[in-house]
């Protein structure tokens, strides 16, 4: 609230009345709370890395480690750090891309069918290597929507990549797509670990993982849900997720036909 006198305009002196403006900054306070956050998580998830890198970095520089195996630990933990670190950058680019061209996004017309099976193709080699069966059920003609192309496969990469990193061996991994009314629904399902009850309203959040310590051992970076978010907004979606601790995961992603 803020409250401006007004003069007469032949003399200044004088005050004929106030105006007393109101506006709801609430909402402002809001985006500028999250963006504030934002960078504080950013520096410290970049951080977390760096520490660990020039720590090493130092150590074999003193040339106090005499083993060889030592150093080669050494080395690798630096190439999975350093690996680490240019995944979050990318997926901070990335994020920072999808948002800031929310209101001019490309329209591609897209063959859902398609690139939900190119996928499928991709994402083989890196299930069977964990003995995960990933398998699909896609309508054959799936209607075309409209969007960014890149963005839609980032967003299937993204669940099927979770569903193959929270589950393990032995368990099984299924995409699905069909029509629905005016929408075409894809489902990523998967028997693994599954997520709490609790967590699961702020799962898109940036950075928000239901064990931050599990979510670094298999690469995370905390930003694929959020993107996924993000890439679904775009499209003027919704994306759902369904959980249960033990049993596995089914995130529903429903996307309008027509724009
Ligand atoms: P991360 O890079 O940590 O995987 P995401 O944003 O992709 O970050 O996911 C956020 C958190 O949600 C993860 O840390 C994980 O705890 C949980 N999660 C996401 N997908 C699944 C899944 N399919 N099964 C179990 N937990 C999941």
Redesign the pocket.
């Known amino acids: 609230v803020y409250t401006n006198p007004i003069k007469l305009e032949n003399d200044p002196t004088k005050t004929i009345g106030l105006v007393t403006v109101i506006e709801d900054v609430t909402e402002i306070r809001k985006l500028e709370k999250m963006r504030s956050n934002f960078v504080t998580n950013v520096s410290h998830e970049l951080k977390t890395p760096l520490t660990s890198i020039s720590g090493f970095v130092e150590t074999l520089k003193s040339n106090t480690i005499e083993d060889e195996k030592t150093k080669k630990r050494f080395l690798d933990i630096i190439d999975i750090e350093t690996e680490r670190l240019t995944r979050l950058i990318e ?1 901070i680019l990335t994020l920072s891309e999808i948002e800031s061209s929310q209101h001019r996004v490309l329209q591609e017309e897209i063959f859902p069918t398609n690139v939900m099976k190119e996928v499928e193709e991709m994402m083989h080699p890196i299930a069977a290597n964990k003995g995960i069966a990933l398998s699909s059920k896609i309508d054959m003609n799936l209607p075309n929507i409209y969007g960014n192309k890149d963005w839609f496969k980032q967003m299937l990469i ?2 099927a ?3 193959i ?3 393990p061996h032995g368990g099984k991994v299924l995409l699905t797509g069909y029509k629905k009314h005016h929408n075409i629904v894809i489902t ?1 399902k ?1 028997t ?4 709490p009850k609790k ?1 699961l309203p702020r ?2 959040e ?7 310590a ?3 051992k ?11 978010k993000h890439i679904v907004l775009s499209f003027k979606g919704r994306v759902k ?1 369904n ?1 249960e601790e033990g049993k ?2 089914e ?1 529903t992603v429903i996307l309008p036909i027509k724009k």
């Open positions: 997926d993204n669940l990549d979770n569903a990193k929270y589950t990523v998967d693994g670990i599954g997520i967590d799962l898109f940036r950075f928000y993982r239901v064990d931050k599990r979510s670094r298999v690469g995370g970076t905390g930003l694929g849900l959020a993107i996924v997720v959980s596995g995961t995130f």
